[in-house]
């Protein structure tokens, strides 16, 4: 299995601020993903997060309010733009990985809360 | 598209009982399905996935999970509940070869000692 690694883990913003979140894998993925899950509810697919080029955002999602990054095949970041409370949720980041190449697994998420 | 809907909300059940997690997918193609646990304040762990080989899915802790294409079902059970096992579970969706998951709304799960 991959060892993924976010940061911050948690942190609690200010509203207008933004913020970024790191994802480290312990080994090249192919493919990286960003979630949302909001208090309560199930998870949301952001983008998929292309090493080299632009990300791919998912309808309801845009650059300009998640800026995404993905310089190689190991790391990502998220940045949460111009925040405001509708914005606290945890953040995921998952890879694709596995022997077999189908298995996807996620990050313990990066918790956010929006004063 | 796909979609998944997860059959109840909340499931209760008492320590030693069977566990029985409903999952229903539609899928305009042939899916691959996952089943992931979150216990309170952490992440998604992977239970098990369906990636079209063997339609019985073994997984960790004891669950596992039978891909019925005729019904578009993939149910999650567990012979027998252990305390730890309160938690909140999620199925979830892709086309294959997308990876691009649809969950669930997810199914709370609590067990009585």
């Known amino acids: 299995s991959a060892v993924i690694s976010q940061k911050p883990s948690r942190d609690i913003c200010q509203r207008g601020t933004s913020l970024t979140i790191q994802c480290q894998v312990d080994?090249?993925?192919?493919?990286m993903f960003w979630y949302r899950q909001q208090p309560g509810q199930s998870l949301t697919l952001i983008a998929t997060a292309n090493q080299g080029s632009e990300a791919t955002y998912e309808s309801g999602f845009v650059i300009d309010k998640f800026p995404i990054s993905r310089p190689n095949l190991t790391f990502s970041t998220l940045t949460v733009s111009n925040m405001s409370p509708e914005d606290s949720s945890i953040y995921l980041c998952?890879?694709?990985?596995?022997?077999?190449?189908?298995?996807?697994?996620f990050g313990e998420g990066s918790w956010l809360t929006v004063v | 598209a796909q979609s998944v809907t997860q059959l109840g909300s909340h499931v209760s059940v008492s320590e030693g009982a069977l566990v029985l997690l409903r999952c229903n997918y539609s899928?305009?193609?042939?899916?691959?399905l996952f089943w992931y646990v979150q216990y309170p304040n952490q992440g998604l762990q992977l239970l098990l996935k369906y990636t079209s080989a063997a339609t019985l899915v073994k997984g960790i802790n004891g669950f596992e999970a039978e891909f019925k294409k005729s019904e578009t079902s993939f149910h999650l059970t567990k012979p027998s509940a252990h305390m730890s096992d309160a938690a909140e579970y999620f199925c979830?969706?892709?086309?294959?070869?997308?990876?691009?998951?649809?969950f669930g709304a997810g199914t709370t799960v609590t067990v009585r000692a």
């Open positions: 998952s890879v694709v990985t596995g022997i077999d190449g189908h298995t996807i697994y």
């Open positions: 979830a969706v892709s086309e294959q070869g997308d990876y691009k998951l649809s």
């Open positions: 899928s305009s193609v042939p899916p691959y």
């Open positions: 080994s090249q993925v192919t493919m």
